[in-house]
């Protein structure tokens, strides 16, 4: 028998609210940091006269719509690796939604890894100016951020093997679902507000 069914529906309640609060704590401080990266980049904007500064030619998308393609469908995938997992779905049939999340989640790091790659083989560094230094001190971190969700992906692997849902494991599966949905949305906005506007 699963712990779940053994603890009353206050106190499972309870656990789940103390785990979401925590989470929303995360989640609100890394929003923070991110509100003052899109802040500063909106005040660079529209104090700019010319926009690309410089005389500078936009971002090519190509790398950039690679990366939103497989976030959201990285999201897509752990969307049904939940719905499978507390469904009480078997490993079988869950850990390859959660494998493929993973692996999306590598792809979009190869697809940044890639536009650095492209942005330097152009002349454009971090070094070379406040638009260049925004855009990658919004990559690098944002990088940074998927790198510890992808961890956190790999971490719920045991966890699915087990086959069985405690509240702690549903929780982490919530929690870190939250954590991969809350990426994508901060990539949506950067490739609207960086790459495509």
């Known amino acids: 028998m699963s712990r779940v069914a053994t603890l009353d529906s206050a106190e499972l309640e309870g656990r789940r609210l103390a785990s979401s609060i925590a989470m929303t704590v995360v ?11 899109f802040l500063g980049y909106a005040y660079y904007r529209i ?6 500064p410089m005389g500078m030619s936009k971002v090519d998308l190509y790398f950039p719509t690679l990366s939103t393609f497989a976030i959201l469908l990285s999201s897509l995938s752990f969307v049904i690796f939940k719905t499978k997992y507390l469904g009480g779905g078997s490993a079988k049939k869950t850990l390859p ?23 330097s083989g152009k002349g454009f560094y971090a070094s070379s ?6 855009v990658y001190a919004f990559t ?7 790198v510890m969700a992808i961890l956190a992906l790999v971490w719920l692997v045991p966890t699915t093997l ?7 494991e549903e929780n982490k599966v919530n929690n870190i679902g939250k954590f991969w949905h809350f990426l994508g949305v901060i990539w949506l906005l950067m490739y609207f507000i960086i790459f495509v506007i």
């Open 162 to 168: 087990k086959n069985e849902c405690t509240i702690t």
């Open 27 to 37: 989640l609100v401080s890394f929003s923070m940091l991110f509100a003052s990266l």
């Open 140 to 146: 690098w971190i944002h990088a940074a951020h998927i």
């Open 129 to 134: 100016g406040v638009f260049q230094s925004l």
């Open 47 to 52: 104090t700019s006269p010319v926009w690309p």
């Open 97 to 119: 939604w959660l494998g493929l999340t993973i692996f999306l989640g590598l792809g979009f790091m190869f697809t940044q890894f890639s536009l650095w790659a492209d942005l």
